[in-house]
């Protein structure tokens, strides 16, 4: 298996639920990302975490929760999330966490729907 | 703000070249230039990237102004296969500036 693989693809719950969502690369990158699409606007992005560590936390509320327990794994953990945090949630990768001459390779997203 | 401009949407018949536009007047003296795209239901997929100079690879061309303030996606022969939605974007360190993008429709 090669590349970047998210699960679930869809979530559905409630405001009051908690769950988490999984993201993994087989690419051997040492950094990962998290970022949000809504419909009609730009990639926000979440978190970035580089070689484990949190690197930057873009003004996320705190009912959104990541964490990085290895290079290859990263998950983020939901909680009282609120019916505008429905959105794609976009996983992505890179070789070198501190060069933007490194592309990054994304997963194909975890469709979240807030009931 | 959005450190990129894109048109909305733009059209290209099938087997023809296509030139996406990108202004970045913005851009700082180490940015890179990345370009992705994404189709429905699927993550972005990167298409290429460069910082001063005209770059090549086996799906598309990008054309970089000699000041850098613009750049163009060059898509040799469009297929319907390259009906998605272009991402023109400012790489600073680590973190990617995307704006709304492009949408290419492809017409048989």
């Known amino acids: 298996e090669t590349g970047v693989t998210q699960t679930p693809r869809h979530l559905v719950m409630g405001m009051t639920n908690k769950k988490s969502l999984k993201c993994e690369q087989h690419l051997g990158h040492n950094a990962m990302y998290w970022y949000k699409q809504s419909a009609k606007k730009p990639l926000e992005l979440m978190f970035v975490?580089?070689?484990?560590?949190?690197?930057e936390n873009n003004s996320v509320p705190s009912r959104f929760s990541p964490e990085c327990p290895n290079s290859s794994h990263l998950f983020l953990h939901l909680h009282t999330l609120q019916p505008e945090d429905s959105a794609l949630y976009l996983c992505a990768s890179s070789q070198d966490p501190s060069s933007s001459n490194q592309p990054q390779h994304f997963g194909d997203g975890t469709r979240l729907s807030i009931l | 703000d959005a450190k990129t401009t894109q048109p909305n949407s733009m059209e290209s018949n099938e087997e023809e070249p296509v030139h996406l536009p990108c202004n970045h007047s913005t851009i700082s003296g180490t940015d890179y230039i990345h370009w992705y795209r994404q189709l429905p239901s699927q993550g972005p997929e990167y298409v290429i990237h460069?910082?001063?100079s005209n770059v090549n690879n086996r799906m598309a061309s990008l054309a970089i102004a000699e000041d850098r303030k613009s750049s163009t996606l060059i898509l040799h022969r469009a297929t319907l296969r390259d009906a998605a939605v272009y991402y023109c974007i400012l790489a600073t360190g680590n973190q990617f500036y995307f704006g709304t993008g492009t949408s290419l429709t492809v017409i048989p």
């Open positions: 460069g910082l001063t």
């Open positions: 975490y580089n070689f484990k560590e949190q690197t």
